[in-house]
């Protein structure tokens, strides 16, 4: 599969809470052959240090060749990006790795909690594109620590199904955690779960649905430094034995695949 | 050799390396550019001087747990743990890739025991497609108390012999350091009949989390590179270039053709890229590129008259 190296002008800049911002960038080349559950790596900036890129889902893609990141500042990296100006330009490298491998006739249910919100936008829309049954639209769980990190988003993917938010201070839908909504909630039959967040909750999520016999696939994270196949930095233990990497194994797996490391 | 062809429409930019020819200083350093086929599709692979794959060991290795990187101020932190498919895999899976492309493949080869490089180069020799080996003494010797090679000249000395004794290919022997005197283990390697040195491999470095108080590497300790070491392996390749006859390839934080430049002068006849190449894929041919244009602006024959030509005094 084809990646770009693209110098790419920033559009637009949202902040969502304190930590939790929304980039939009015009990449062409990398929205017009990114899949969801797909990553780019992003050079924060021009100079050695930070040296290396960092890793993002693709939040959304658009068919003006824009795509869209939604990141938590975690560190000098993000601190960095989370400072940048509309028109500036920075360099993005993908699409890389392994997306989701959804079936859009069936049902699905997204889980994304904290910055695992990123990839669900991209993926709810193309399930939704792609079902020609719009009635039976995806369930998706959001779960945030407080109001503001949801409430833009939401809006975005009520376009594609009923969302389902929980909060970790109770300030918008389930007062707790997204977990609790899932194993609450009555799946339907055949729906395959897509989740995406904190090591905890994707562990939480797989032991639910290996209990109740659903199809269950995760977008891991990882340090990584070149995002291809390179480094071998970003590998994690795999059921099979040895080690899986993320960057050209995943960052989508079945979640059978993974060992946790919890 | 049509790889080597490249060179002829602009300025000269061919080097010897020994009796290994590059059509230009450049090459790729090893574990930090695949097997040459990931980079394929990014950049124009034809370009390079030349392409060192990743360390290759007698059996394969699962490499260590993670995490396996940090960064750290203008570098990174590693501990792969030599992960590799072993080299009777790489010659089966690898090579018939490698051996297709039309410019000189140098396997980078790295073992436990003397026994263990010896049967590595042995394994190699008519292996079609390979140039040179480059030979990683950084490892531990384990039946010396896991005190590495490349830290004691007579044992790397030891390994240079061992890998010579079999090898049908020019050898390069990586350097460490990691040690007191660089000259004199340079030194040593040279008289065990080493056709040619490489320098430097990482530097062993720490990094530990707050949040966790623990160190930010499942194996404590890893190889420090990128620029930020470019001082140190510059200042090394001027020392190692001025004790010893071989030719001396460069290696450390480069990232730009006025890094590569700087080390010519220095004494390096040619110059690997790593680090760089996991933050530009396309790197090495922007450097080569930026050697030719320097080599033409400066109205020099070849880029060969900048090898050691640092003016002293």
């Not at chain 1, 084809?2 to 939009?24: G, H, I, K, M």
């Not at chain 1, 003006?64 to 990141?71: A, E, I, K, P, R």
């Not at chain 2, 090495?284 to 900048?306: F, K, M, P, T, W």
């Amino acid at each position: 599969m084809a990646q770009y190296q693209e110098n790419a002008t920033v559009t637009r800049v949202e902040q969502f809470s304190a930590e939790t911002f929304r980039l939009t960038l015009q990449a062409p080349q990398i929205a017009g052959d990114a899949q969801p559950g797909q990553f780019v790596m992003v050079r924060t900036g021009q100079g050695k240090d930070p040296l290396l890129r960092r890793p993002f889902s693709l939040h959304q893609t658009f068919s003006d060749g824009g795509v869209q990141l939604y990141f938590k500042v975690v560190g000098r990296g993000t601190e960095i990006l989370s400072r940048s100006l509309v028109g500036e330009r920075l360099s993005l490298f993908g699409p890389l790795g392994r997306g989701f491998r959804y079936r859009p006739e069936q049902p699905a249910v997204l889980i994304g909690g904290g910055l695992g919100i990123a990839p669900m936008l991209f993926l709810a829309r193309e399930i939704s594109r792609q079902n020609s049954s719009p009635a039976s639209g995806c369930q998706v769980l959001l779960g945030a620590r407080q109001k503001g990190e949801l409430a833009v988003v939401m809006e975005d993917f009520a376009q594609y199904g009923s969302v389902h938010p929980a909060t970790d201070d109770g300030s918008l839908g389930h007062h707790g955690l997204i977990t609790e909504v899932l194993f609450s909630l009555p799946l339907p039959a055949a729906a395959t779960v897509y989740a995406c967040g904190p090591e905890g909750m994707l562990a939480a999520v797989a032991g639910h649905c290996r209990r109740h016999g659903f199809p269950c696939q995760v977008s891991v994270e990882s340090v990584m430094a070149c995002g291809m196949g390179a480094c071998l930095g970003c590998n994690r233990p795999a059921s099979a034995g040895g080690y899986t990497h993320v960057c050209l194994d995943g960052p989508v797996y079945d979640a059978e695949e993974l060992l946790w490391m919890v | 050799m049509d790889g080597l062809s490249s060179g002829q429409n602009g300025p000269d930019l061919r080097v010897d390396i020994g009796s290994l020819v590059l059509a230009n200083p450049v090459l790729t350093a090893s574990g930090t550019f695949g097997y040459a086929r990931e980079f394929a599709q990014l950049m124009d692979l034809h370009c390079l001087g030349g392409v060192i794959v990743k360390g290759i060991s007698l059996h394969p290795r699962a490499g260590n747990p993670p995490p396996r990187i940090v960064e750290t101020a203008c570098g990174m932190l590693n501990a792969i743990g030599l992960q590799n498919v072993g080299v009777d895999r790489f010659i089966t899976e690898k090579m018939p890739y490698l051996e297709g492309l039309r410019v000189p493949v140098v396997v980078n080869i790295l073992g436990d025991t003397l026994d263990e490089y010896a049967e590595i180069t042995a394994r190699l020799a008519g292996v079609p497609g390979v140039a040179a080996i480059e030979v990683n003494i950084s490892c531990p010797n384990v039946k010396s108390g896991g005190v590495a090679f490349g830290t004691d000249p007579a044992m790397a000395a030891a390994v240079t012999k061992a890998v010579k004794g079999r090898a049908a290919v020019p050898v390069m022997v990586k350097l460490s350091p990691n040690v007191t005197d660089i000259t004199t283990i340079a030194r040593a390697v040279e008289e065990a009949g080493a056709d040619s040195l490489s320098l430097i491999n990482t530097l062993i470095g720490m990094a530990i989390d707050l949040k966790s108080r623990r160190p930010a590497l499942a194996n404590v300790i890893g190889g420090l590179s990128g620029p930020a070491i470019k001082p140190v392996a510059l200042r090394m390749v001027f020392q190692v270039a001025r004790a010893v006859k071989i030719p001396v390839v460069g290696i450390g934080g480069i990232d730009s053709a006025e890094d590569a430049l700087e080390f010519l002068l220095a004494g390096a006849t040619a110059v690997q890229i790593g680090t760089a190449n996991f933050i530009n894929p396309r790197v090495s041919e922007e450097v080569v590129a930026g050697i030719a244009r320097y080599v033409q602006e400066e109205n020099l024959s070849s880029v060969r008259e900048l090898i050691g030509a640092v003016r002293l005094g």
